[in-house]
């Protein structure tokens, strides 16, 4: 999807969306056709588009249409404005933000890495990180927790994010969703809802999250939301309890025709205990990925792309790392990501100072000349990332042997 944003004044709102194949739309090109014949009916507009974006269908285009039709309604922009207050994301900063407004839960799954510690973002705080957000011409914003739909202030938390035009996705669990959130995110749609799927019964999902009858109360809202037109997609997390049954998450995915993905990875909790019992070792994760076709294509073609050259990089961090996103904790921690320790707490700075220190991490940390990963070709399928081994064993080099193994055996078995 090709995402744009339209600025009238300081406030921003969502225009449009255009799925792209492999080629690049041009805002303005989408904007003057249905500019250019705002007098005609839908009907007339749609060939037009037809014509250009053949790989689109027709209701898909008709929902974005209307939506965009309304938005331009409610902000008062004609065609005789529209010129002068079109911004394309492509001249942001801050691309995506992760904003993490609380850290508690209903569940207590035993693989959970966050801490203990109980925290959440006060409506106030919230309130300047988006206007700073908006200020950087931030363009997606991800509601995350804990779970975020436990958040007292959690409506007046997404409205604001949308009434700043930002592009909202949200991470929930969905067992606390209510009438009143659903009649708020079916008005104001968020892009996404990622929804955690930890169970395919109210047994499984009791064992899971140590909640009872959690099953029944998700499959409902996952029902509600899909009737509702609310985009979502469906994840969940490899544990020695769910390997038995991530395969039947899978198959209720496909029932439904929703995106499904499943990581293996688990991190230590927060509070410091660096062995987490719940995740797989190497030998069952690998006894569980070829359990599906879809799975075992996917890692053959892996195993069978790795470079055989690898140029030598002496820097340790080899992601995007520091260039156009960052998360925020429930703490009020500014990170360059997720699992990457370096902070900056906004009693003390603002987001563009935290977004402008962290834009050369890449360049500074380099590896020492022992380190094993420098010349590995390996690190496509061990999932390198020096942030998760910091949070393992308190070094960015110090790599846990779970990684190497885990690469190890995936080659062996999906080798062709």
């Known amino acids: 999807m090709k995402d744009f944003v339209i ?14 194949s492999e080629t690049i739309y041009e805002f303005d090109g989408v904007s003057k056709i249905i500019f250019d014949n705002m007098d005609k009916d839908w009907k007339y507009i749609s060939n037009i588009l037809k014509d250009k974006y053949n790989n689109v269908s027709e209701k898909e285009m008709e929902d974005d249409y209307i939506n965009f039709i309304n938005e331009l309604k409610l902000l008062r922009i ?46 106030n705080d919230y309130r300047k990180i988006i206007d700073q957000l908006s200020s950087l011409n931030c363009v997606e914003l991800l509601i995350t927790g804990g779970e975020p739909f436990l958040h007292p202030n959690f409506i007046e938390m997404y409205l604001y994010a949308k009434s700043k035009g930002i ?4 991470n929930s669990n969905i067992f606390l969703l209510n009438d009143k959130i659903l009649n708020v995110i079916c008005e104001y749609k968020p892009k996404v809802i990622e929804v955690s799927l930890y169970g395919f019964d109210n047994d499984s999902y009791f064992k899971f999250t140590h909640v009872k009858n959690a099953y029944s109360i998700i499959n409902k809202n996952i029902t509600s939301l899909i009737n509702n037109n609310i985009n979502i997609s469906l994840k969940s997390v490899l544990t020695k309890k769910s390997m038995d049954y991530i395969y039947i998450l899978k198959k209720y995915a496909d029932n439904y025709k929703i995106p499904f993905r499943y990581d293996y990875i688990i991190f230590p909790n927060q509070d410091g205990l660096k062995d987490n019992p719940e995740r797989c070792s190497p030998e069952e ?5 070829k359990k599906d076709e879809d799975t075992v294509n996917f890692f053959r073609s892996k195993v069978k792309n790795i470079p055989t050259n690898i140029e030598d990089n002496c820097y340790i961090f080899q992601c995007s790392i520091g260039k156009d996103r960052i998360f925020i904790s429930s703490n009020l921690d500014i990170r360059p990501c997720l699992v990457v320790p370096f902070k900056y707490n906004l009693s003390k700075y603002t987001i563009k100072e935290a977004y402008y220190k962290f834009k050369n991490i890449s360049k500074i940390y380099k590896n020492n000349k022992d380190n094993k990963c420098i010349n590995c070709n390996k690190k496509s399928i061990c999932r390198y990332c020096p942030g998760k081994f910091y949070m393992e064993t308190g070094s960015f080099e110090t790599i846990p042997d779970f990684y190497c193994d885990l690469a190890n055996k995936i080659i062996k078995e999906f080798s062709l």
């Open 78 to 123: 004609t065609s005789d404005n529209i010129e002068n207050i079109i911004i394309n994301i492509e001249n942001c900063d801050i691309k995506n933000a992760s904003v993490e407004i609380i850290n508690s839960c209903p569940f207590k799954c035993d693989h959970c890495y966050v801490s203990n510690k109980k925290q959440q973002i006060n409506i």
């Open 7 to 20: 600025r009238q004044g300081e406030e921003i709102t969502f225009a449009i969306n255009i799925k792209e």
């Open 285 to 289: 994760i690998v006894s569980v990925l």
């Open 167 to 170: 592009l909202v996705s949200i």
